[in-house]
């Protein structure tokens, strides 16, 4: 509306036409129409307070007045009610009372003066709050910054406990939750049980740009964690991330996390937990008086304003109850065993060197290789010492390796000879078990395989002829040379002793003793 009262005055101060027009910021031709209809009227200044700039426009212009009430008046609780149901906008009800304006052979306002004149009857009721959050519509979640200490009952300690909250924009309905720490499963079951609290699932799940929920959110891309993403289908909600910083996108949450943390952590300060039990419980009786103490600026509570106006048009829990999911990438290892961070699970050896995305639930571990699932385990909740393997992720080799055993080794000796048995029965006595000894008779069967049996053999006899404790280096330095045959049987040797060259005893006779 036209500044009327303020042009009068600085007309009254022979500001000039001009002047007049940048400081009002109005037209030079609307400032001449207002002196000039104010000298005919005989209005000048000053003016009685009580004479507003509506009152003036009246006395200048009587006959806007009276087509002002020619137009059709919207039924501004009707818009406000259907505002609060599911897909309706402000544009949509503009057409619809439009529409009814000229079944009744009325004029309707403009889209413009349609929404101003809504936002003053709006204000006037304390029903801002409504225009901008509809009921069900959206969560707000954060973390609280400050935490709550848990002090060692035996050595005094303290460690820092973490407060998620929740909260519905409409009605200001909130949900907190105590946590150990801010990994990803305590993120994603605090949703959960913020669902459940409320008993229904809004449409939008509004977040803060952290890790655990977004990994990247930048002008141009929004990449949400696979994990979250996960919660949000489940939920049938849609993950809309706060810009970077940009807090008013989720003021509530910002609001009730403030509030809450001198509600439910400022109160709480003096008292002394000695676990994360009694914590948890002292939080969620702090939580239920949150909820229901009284609004200052309006009437009722934040359980009533939910249950009265926001309940109905909540989603519907899933029937299946959540499970939390973490979802990670690894490159596959040269042992093709992935890690969950606490035990490494086996994946198929063909893998190794490409990259794997792993989903850890409370009871299983999977692993995906372009989607599709190549792996899966029975999680372990304690640290083992050795990786859970299964064979058929093995090469040949190694499944090859599973199946030696003491009475394994000593089966394929027979196959071989008896000396070859003595040696594998050696390597397997050598150490304090069996097991020690495995290695080299794993190396003696490869080497009957590189050279045959019957020179592993010969080998195997040769070396007992000069050692009780045989050993692979000496073996193998023995089947690289050619087999040479015994001299007890050769024929060589028998001419040669029938020969001699050794003297007699008479050659060594003294000659007195003759």
Same mark, same amino acid.
């Given at each position: 509306?036209?500044?009327?009262?303020?042009?009068?005055?600085?007309?009254?101060?022979?500001?000039?036409?001009?002047?007049?027009?940048?400081?009002?910021?109005?037209?030079?031709?609307?400032?001449?129409?207002?002196?000039?209809?104010?000298?005919?009227?005989?209005?000048? @200044?000053?003016?009685?307070?009580?004479?507003?700039?509506?009152?003036?426009?009246?006395?200048?212009? &009587?006959?806007?007045?009276?087509?002002?009430?020619?137009?059709?008046?919207?039924?501004?609780?009707?818009?406000?009610?259907?505002?609060?149901?599911?897909?309706?906008?402000?544009?949509?009800?503009?057409?619809?009372?439009?529409?009814?304006?000229?079944?009744?052979?009325?004029?309707?306002?403009?889209?413009?003066?349609?929404?101003?004149?809504?936002?003053? @009857?709006?204000?006037?009721?304390?029903?801002?709050?409504?225009?901008?959050?509809? #009921?069900?519509?959206?969560?707000?979640?954060?973390?609280?910054?400050?935490?709550?200490?848990?002090?060692?009952?035996?050595?005094?300690?303290?460690?820092?406990?973490?407060?998620?909250?929740?909260?519905? &924009?409409?009605?200001?309905?909130?949900?907190?939750?105590?946590? !150990?720490?801010?990994?990803?499963?305590?993120?994603?079951?605090?949703?959960?049980?913020?669902?459940?609290?409320?008993?229904?699932?809004?449409?939008?799940?509004?977040?803060?740009?952290? !890790?655990?929920?977004?990994?990247?959110?930048?002008?141009?891309?929004?990449?949400?964690?696979?994990?979250?993403?996960?919660?949000?289908?489940?939920?049938?909600?849609?993950?809309?991330?706060?810009?970077?910083?940009?807090?008013?996108?989720?003021?509530?949450? $910002?609001?009730?996390?403030?509030?809450?943390?001198?509600?439910?952590?400022?109160?709480?300060?003096?008292?002394?937990?000695?676990?994360?039990? $009694?914590?948890?419980?002292?939080?969620?009786?702090?939580?239920?008086?949150?909820?229901?103490?009284?609004?200052?600026?309006?009437?009722?509570?934040?359980?009533?304003?939910?249950?009265?106006?926001?309940?109905?048009?909540?989603?519907?829990?899933?029937?299946?109850? *959540?499970?939390?999911?973490?979802?990670?990438?690894?490159?596959?290892?040269?042992?093709?065993?992935?890690?969950?961070?606490?035990?490494?699970?086996?994946? #198929?050896?063909?893998?190794?060197?490409?990259?794997?995305?792993?989903?850890?639930?409370?009871?299983?571990?999977?692993?995906?290789?372009?989607?599709?699932?190549?792996?899966?385990?029975?999680?372990?909740?304690?640290?083992?010492?050795?990786?859970?393997?299964?064979?058929?992720?093995? #090469?040949?080799?190694?499944?090859?390796?599973?199946?030696?055993?003491?009475?394994?080794?000593?089966? @394929?000796?027979?196959?071989?000879?008896?000396?070859?048995?003595?040696?594998?029965?050696?390597?397997?006595?050598?150490?304090?078990? #069996?097991?020690?000894? *495995?290695?080299?008779?794993?190396?003696?069967?490869?080497?009957?395989?590189?050279?045959?049996?019957?020179?592993?053999?010969?080998?195997?006899?040769?070396?007992?002829?000069?050692?009780?404790?045989?050993?692979?280096?000496?073996?193998?330095?023995?089947?690289?040379?050619?087999?040479?045959?015994?001299?007890?049987?050769?024929?060589?040797?028998?001419?040669?002793?029938?020969?001699?060259?050794?003297?007699?005893?008479?050659?060594?006779?003294?000659?007195?003793?003759?």
């Amino acid at each position: 509306m036209v500044n009327y009262r303020e042009i009068l005055r600085l007309n009254s101060l022979k500001y000039t036409q001009t002047d007049i027009s940048i400081s009002l910021k109005t037209s030079r031709n609307t400032i001449r129409e207002v002196i000039k209809m104010a000298k005919e009227k005989d209005i000048s @200044w000053p003016l009685e307070e009580s004479v507003t700039n509506s009152v003036l426009e009246g006395l200048l212009y &009587p006959e806007k007045t009276e087509k002002a009430n020619v137009f059709c008046q919207p039924d501004y609780e009707y818009i406000h009610r259907e505002l609060a149901r599911p897909g309706v906008t402000m544009s949509l009800l503009h057409a619809e009372y439009l529409a009814r304006c000229a079944d009744a052979g009325q004029i309707g306002y403009q889209k413009t003066q349609f929404y101003d004149n809504y936002s003053t @009857w709006a204000r006037k009721t304390k029903a801002t709050m409504r225009i901008h959050h509809k #009921p069900g519509d959206a969560m707000e979640v954060d973390w609280a910054g400050n935490t709550l200490p848990i002090t060692d009952s035996v050595t005094g300690e303290t460690t820092d406990a973490y407060l998620f909250v929740a909260v519905l &924009p409409c009605s200001c309905f909130a949900y907190a939750e105590l946590c !150990r720490n801010m990994q990803s499963e305590n993120w994603l079951l605090c949703h959960a049980h913020a669902y459940e609290y409320f008993g229904g699932v809004p449409r939008l799940l509004i977040p803060d740009n952290l !890790r655990t929920g977004v990994t990247k959110n930048t002008r141009l891309d929004t990449v949400i964690n696979r994990s979250y993403l996960e919660l949000a289908e489940h939920y049938q909600t849609a993950v809309v991330p706060a810009r970077v910083e940009a807090p008013k996108d989720k003021s509530h949450a $910002e609001g009730t996390v403030k509030y809450a943390s001198t509600w439910i952590l400022a109160a709480l300060r003096d008292r002394v937990f000695f676990t994360f039990e $009694e914590a948890f419980a002292a939080v969620a009786e702090k939580l239920e008086s949150l909820n229901d103490a009284e609004f200052k600026k309006r009437e009722g509570t934040r359980r009533l304003a939910y249950i009265n106006e926001e309940k109905a048009f909540m989603q519907l829990l899933p029937v299946n109850a *959540y499970e939390p999911a973490i979802w990670s990438d690894a490159t596959v290892p040269t042992d093709y065993c992935v890690t969950d961070g606490l035990n490494r699970y086996s994946v #198929p050896y063909d893998l190794i060197g490409e990259q794997v995305q792993s989903r850890v639930t409370r009871d299983t571990v999977e692993f995906f290789y372009h989607g599709n699932r190549v792996a899966s385990h029975v999680r372990l909740h304690h640290r083992q010492p050795d990786p859970v393997v299964k064979t058929e992720h093995m #090469p040949d080799s190694h499944k090859k390796y599973l199946s030696y055993n003491k009475d394994a080794f000593l089966e @394929w000796a027979e196959t071989i000879g008896e000396n070859t048995k003595k040696v594998i029965r050696a390597f397997l006595q050598e150490g304090r078990a #069996p097991e020690q000894g *495995y290695k080299s008779c794993r190396n003696l069967m490869k080497l009957c395989e590189k050279y045959g049996s019957e020179k592993l053999e010969e080998a195997c006899r040769s070396m007992l002829t000069f050692s009780g404790t045989p050993n692979i280096r000496s073996l193998m330095q023995l089947l690289k040379t050619p087999i040479r045959q015994s001299t007890a049987s050769s024929p060589a040797s028998e001419s040669h002793g029938s020969r001699g060259i050794t003297r007699g005893a008479s050659q060594f006779r003294k000659e007195g003793g003759q």
